[in-house]
């Protein structure tokens, strides 16, 4: 399309024909659109929708049939071209579900080990509870030998008192009985006296008749401290066997706590051992589990690695493919000799693509 100098150029894309800015300075002047305008689904720019049409009206005006043999060989190329494609994606797919296995055993590997932890927690918990019923126990044989103990005491002071009562007893008897010797002692002199001189017969038989009495009197006290000596020699057997028995009931006790103590030790030992060994069977499945965990993270660290390099191993691939795929391209469409039909398959081609 031509135009004078005071005519107002238009894009000559048949469907557009929008003013065309003035012309500057002699150089070759736009025939088209230059702002960046598409058409269609294939957003074409004004040049390429007037090729295309032109293409169209070529192609129903011509007879020329197409060449099996160019589209045979632009269809192998392409093939060549896609198939490093193809074995990329067969790579990433592979990769993905190695990926989604190591992280599935990895999650599994770690709920296992929670789950061991909480019962290693609940057992422990189990041998506490033991333990702390242990020195219930214990503490119970304790105050029941604190109240023997007790026991023992009052009865140790009551059998002191018994005895001390005895021994004041014997005292007063023997003291008694001074006495009753000291009477006979003074009838046998009385006696003497009596039998030396007749003449005081009338009054030593008064002071006879006074001694008897008194000796009666002293006989009397003493059957009376006789009798309270046998009494609180009685009560101190009673306090002597109360004491016995107090004794006996205090050693049964301290043999029951020190049996109690021999089993709560002993049951304390079990449950420290059995924590201690709790523990270490933790501990060492702990290391075990982070072991496994850190070897695992490695894995996976070196498993991400790969893929790593290998998709950018596949990227560069790609990105090789597709660069000897543009060229082809490029190549096919410099080529004049070319169909109309394939040069606008070739124009559809970064579409399909």
């Known amino acids: ?84 494609a193809r074995g990329l994606v067969e790579t990433l797919t592979t990769l993905r579900h190695q990926l989604e296995a190591t992280t599935a055993t990895a999650l599994a590997e770690r709920d296992a080990a929670l789950a061991e932890a909480d019962e290693h927690r609940l057992q422990r918990g189990r041998a506490d509870a033991e333990a702390a019923q242990a020195q219930d126990t214990a503490e119970t044989a304790v105050a029941a030998a604190a109240s023997a103990e007790k026991d023992k005491a009052a009865a140790v002071r009551e059998r002191d008192e018994e005895r001390a009562a005895r021994r004041a007893a014997v005292q007063e008897q023997q003291r008694a009985e001074g006495q009753l010797a000291a009477v006979r002692d003074e009838l046998a002199r009385v006696a003497d006296r009596a039998d030396a001189s007749a003449a005081l017969a009338g009054e030593r038989a008064a002071v006879i008749a006074t001694l008897t009495a008194e000796l009666a009197a002293v006989r009397t006290a003493l059957e009376e401290e006789r009798g ?25 006790t301290r043999d029951d706590h020190v049996r109690a103590l021999a089993a709560q030790e002993a049951a304390l030992d079990r449950a420290r051992a059995d924590a201690e060994r709790r523990q270490a069977q933790f501990d060492q499945r702990l290391a075990e589990l982070q072991a496994a965990h850190e070897q695992t993270v490695r894995s996976m660290h070196e498993t991400t690695t790969n893929l790593g390099a290998e998709l950018r191993a596949a990227l560069s691939r790609a990105d090789t493919a597709e660069r000897e795929l543009a060229e082809v ?10 169909p109309a039909i394939l040069k606008q398959l070739l124009d559809r081609w970064p579409e399909q693509s």
């Not at 598409?38 to 011509?62: I, Q």
């Open 1 to 84: 399309m031509t135009e004078d100098a005071g005519q107002v150029r238009v894009c000559e894309y048949r469907r557009c024909g929008a003013p065309l800015p003035p012309a500057v300075g002699r150089g070759s002047r736009a025939r088209f659109c230059q702002d960046g305008k598409t058409w269609g689904r294939r957003n074409l720019t004004c040049r390429d929708a007037e090729a295309v049409l032109s293409d169209a009206e070529s192609l129903r005006e011509s007879d020329t049939e197409l060449d099996d043999t160019a589209v045979t060989a632009l269809a192998g190329q392409v093939d060549r071209v896609l198939e490093p």
């Open 228 to 252: 309270r000596g046998q009494a609180a020699a009685a009560r101190a057997e009673t306090a002597e066997a109360r004491a016995d028995a107090v004794q006996e009931r205090l050693d049964a």
């Open 329 to 338: 391209v490029r190549v096919l469409r410099a080529t004049s000799e070319l």
